[in-house]
């Protein structure tokens, strides 16, 4: 996978993850590009483009476009599930996800993203173990007090 | 108070902002305070700080000064700034930022950290932006996290080693005896990480490659494992047990399994048992049977399972999801070259899918249609195409109408098919044809020597409908010049004949030619197709005469010129202009350089087809012939030029090719030294030598020696050269024209060839003489040169 892009119905970006060294301004043209092509498909189309020499997955779920950049060997409809497993996993985290919570959270879902997802191959199948994960890194967050009690080097 | 909170008032604030100007307003304030506080001494809020420049980062505002935050807040024991300065790095710092470089000692502390967390922080970060340093630095760290540590982190130092080898391909070496151990672990993130670096190993290292092969049965088992388990919940989706693994697991048998047979026959069965358990009513099933079909058409699998794979493919075919008919399509096209008969199968479906509503399915089915044409289906396929044109979206209509003309002419039944269907295409969209579609067309019509009355009966008709279509109106320009007299004499077998006048023709050719819809190149053709007409009818000669001394002060250059020139030929050549103008003959269809053989024989004046294939430059025309005909005349030094403007024609914008064709220097050839002269022609006691000097890449000096064995001198000799078309010929003044007898003198006359095309070089010699009081005279064909001589 070479990118993915959380897009809101009015062209705003939600959440992006480069897996590829790119430039800051190759990326904003990139946004650009998939926010033009994905947002202009009509609602029943394939969730499969051509776009340069990638191949593009996208699906919408209520307000949000999950795109991805795939190469060439990738499988579609495989990615297709990684966005519905990320999908559920906001979802079991956050109860109920909508697109406020990843507005207000976006660390957060970079976290989880982070813990499903590396260097744009999936990390974790279970469903259950990115939860998990995230639960137990909260325990490590500390309290206001012990946070100031540490020194910073 | 909670931390977050500050970020999360922050984005309240930002995202009530009415405009685009207030919201600029309150981010320049925001980051301007964010700035102050990075300066500032600790005081708890350096993470929020991060964040809410990371949320301004987001919506597209610059965010470069918080990279050395970032490098600040990694190096942090704290595991929040940690957490929120890897996040940072991940964002604002790539490879290609020096500040990257920094961070690079805080990695390597942090993977040795005691808490799992910061660990896996900084091997995620790692993966997503370690540079190439980067990676050779800590690659022995990765390696050694990969053998010794839970499962959590092994998973994540696999994917960390994928990404390392993908930067720098030596360290494959390094991980290749980790990857091997990995396999048997009992974890599916793990194994999932294992199969993707053992994948990505194999695919850089031919070696490596070999080597994993041993481990195809353990792969094998692995899937059986999945494909027959039980429900598991933690891995179960839509009664597939872990997709994502056994799609990976595919992929790696099939890079192992392609070309070597014992692998591939190791994985048969395995395959066949996916292929035939797998539930695909979800998309997680039919992710896992695709990849299950690329496998084995990939492989060395036997027969029967290619013929379940693509029975799959045809299954998916009809499925009624979209995405699932694209993938079949995807998939069969790459098979079609050599599976073709058994997608050929699946044509009637294919060709459905023409009418999807979809885009990019009717693209998909556009493709496989046209890798489907064959003999046998030409005619209902070219049907099916020509009807999804009149309706496709405009970006694939370039597409589809160069796809239909391939297609029409690797398989056309019949040349009237043909014709008709190109004029079909042109008619619908026409506005997106190739350019060489006119050139083509037309040569195709002068081939189709019985259609010549059908054609320009069709062509008429369709140019006094439309004009706009410049592809179409050029070919009918052509054509009614060219065959106009077909058109008055009101008859004809193929087609209802319509009834026309000189004047309605010509009013069609002057409505072209006065239009503002027509392009220059198009009025170009009118305007030669009118002149034409002044041979082929009789009574409006003098229209045409009109017409073309109007033309004589067009603005535009290349109109101007052919009206001035056509000007000349009915003045001071009125009494070639028949010959000039009359019947092409069959074009033929042969690439630049190619001869058209005998193209000297006969009488001097026939016209020589034109060699320039690619466009048709009527112009060119009489100059070029005018000159040769005073060639072959002989004798005088210099090729005559009747008036400055016909030697040399500037190109118009539809023939920019026709100049190209004369200057064309192919280069490269070896200068060799000058052969010995050849004997030609010996008959009568005269002999006639030939002698090749080479001057340039193409051009040549050819001194003919004429020698005389008889008792008495040869008088008035005079010698003629003709060479093929695309040969340019100089004749030099000869010695003299008496030959001393018994051989005590010769007579040499040096001929200057230019060979720009290469053609193969042929002369035909004509030698008169009077020997003897009688006056002999021969030709001789010269037709192969010492090979050395090109």
Known sequence: MHFMLLLSRQGKLRLQKWFTPVTEREKKKVIREMTLMVLARPPRSCNFLLWRDLKIVYKRYASLYFCCGLEDQDNELLTLEVLQRYVELLDKYFGNVCELDIIFNFEKAYFILDEFLVGGEILETSKTAVGIAMEEAETLQETMEEYMSKPTY | ?790
């Open chain 2, 1 to 790: 108070m909670s931390p977050s909170v500050r970020l999360q008032e922050m984005i309240r604030v930002i995202r009530g902002a009415r405009t685009q100007g207030e919201e600029r307003g309150v981010i320049q304030r925001e980051c301007a305070a964010i700035r102050a506080q990075f300066r500032q001494a600790d005081n708890g809020t350096r993470s929020h700080n991060l964040a809410k420049l990371l949320y301004v980062h987001m919506l597209g505002y610059p965010a470069h000064f918080g990279q050395m935050e970032c490098v600040r807040l990694i190096a942090s024991p704290r595991y929040n700034e940690k957490r929120v300065g890897y996040l940072g790095a991940m964002m604002l710092l790539d490879e290609k930022q020096d500040a990257s470089l920094l961070i690079t000692n805080s990695i390597k502390n942090d993977l040795s950290h005691s808490s799992q967390y910061v660990q896996s922080l900084a091997l995620c970060t790692l993966a997503c932006m370690g540079s190439a340093e980067m990676c050779r630095d800590l690659a022995p760290e990765i390696d050694r996290l990969l053998r010794a540590s839970n499962s959590y982190i092994k998973k994540k130092a696999a994917l960390c080693a994928v990404h390392m080898v993908r930067k720098v391909p030596e360290l494959g070496e390094l991980f290749t005896p980790a990857a091997r151990s990995l396999l048997s672990e009992k974890n599916h993130g793990v194994l999932h990480g294992a199969v993707v670096l053992i994948t990505e190993l194999c695919e850089r290292n031919p070696d490596t490659l070999e080597q994993f092969r041993k481990a195809v049965p353990e792969l094998v088992l692995m899937m059986k494992g999945l494909v027959m388990s039980g429900y598991s919940p933690e891995h179960n989706v839509a009664g597939i047990s872990d997709p994502f693994l056994q799609v990976r697991i595919l992929r790696l048998l099939r890079i192992l399994g392609r070309n070597n047979d014992t692998a591939s026959d190791a994985m048969n069965d395995l395959l066949a048992q996916v292929a035939t358990n797998t539930d695909s009513s979800k998309t997680a099933g039919s992710a896992v049977l695709y990849e299950t079909v690329l496998t084995v058409m990939d492989i060395k699998s036997e027969s029967g399972l290619r013929v379940l794979a693509v029975n799959i493919l045809g299954r998916f075919l009809l499925n009624n999801d979209r995405n699932i008919r694209y993938i079949s399509m995807t998939s069969l096209q790459k098979i079609v070259q050599t599976d073709h008969n058994a997608v050929q199968r699946h044509r009637g479906t294919i060709v459905d899918c023409l009418k999807d509503q979809d885009a990019s399915v009717k693209r998909r089915a556009l493709e496989l249609s046209l890798a489907l044409v064959s003999a046998v289906n030409i005619r209902s396929l070219m049907k099916e195409l020509l009807l999804f044109l009149s309706s496709c979206p405009p970006e694939l209509r370039a597409h589809t109408t160069s796809g239909i003309f391939n297609a029409a002419e690797r398989y056309a039944p019949s040349q009237r098919w043909h014709i008709d269907t190109i004029l079909h295409v042109l008619t619908t969209a026409g506005g997106d044809v190739r350019d060489e579609t006119v050139p083509n067309l037309i040569q195709l019509i002068t081939t189709a020597t019985e259609l010549h009355c059908y054609t320009v009966h069709k062509l008429y008709r369709a140019l006094i409908t439309d004009i706009s279509v410049q592809s179409l109106v050029q070919v009918a320009c052509w054509c009614i010049g060219e065959y106009g007299d077909l058109l008055l004499r009101g008859e004809c077998e193929e087609t209802e004949p319509v009834q026309v006048t000189e004047d309605d023709v010509l009013d069609a050719l002057e409505t072209v030619l006065q239009s503002h819809m027509s392009s220059p190149a198009t009025r170009g053709f009118a305007l030669t197709a009118t002149m034409k007409l002044s041979t082929r009818i009789t009574h409006n000669v003098d229209r045409i005469r009109s017409i073309v001394s109007i033309y004589g002060s067009c603005i535009d250059v290349e109109l101007q010129q052919r009206a001035v020139e056509y000007n000349a030929l009915f003045k001071k050549y009125d009494h070639m202009r028949a010959a000039v103008l009359e019947r092409m003959p069959v074009i033929d269809k042969s690439s630049p350089g190619h001869t058209n053989g005998e193209s000297a024989g006969g009488t001097i004046k026939e016209l020589e087809p034109t060699k320039l294939t690619q466009e048709i430059v009527f112009p060119q025309e009489p100059s070029n012939q005018v000159c040769d005909l005073l060639d072959l005349l002989g004798g005088s030094g210099e090729p005559f030029q009747p008036s400055p403007s016909l030697s040399s024609t500037a190109p118009g914008p539809a023939s920019s090719t026709a100049g190209g064709d004369l200057l064309d220097l192919l280069g490269g050839l070896d200068v060799t030294p000058a052969p010995p002269s050849v004997t030609v022609y010996e008959k009568n006691g005269v002999t006639l030598k030939l002698q090749t000097d080479r001057q340039t890449d193409t051009g040549m000096t050819v001194t003919i020696t004429a020698t005389n064995s008889t008792d008495g001198d040869i008088t008035g000799l005079t010698l003629q050269a003709a060479v093929p078309k695309s040969v340019q010929l100089q004749m030099k003044a000869p010695s003299g024209d008496v030959i001393p007898a018994h051989g005590l003198g010769q007579v040499t006359q040096t001929v200057l060839l230019n060979n720009p095309n290469k053609v193969s070089l042929k002369i035909r010699v004509r030698v008169c003489y009077t020997s003897q009081s009688s006056v002999c005279q021969d030709t001789v064909q010269i037709d192969s040169f010492p090979s050395t001589a090109w």
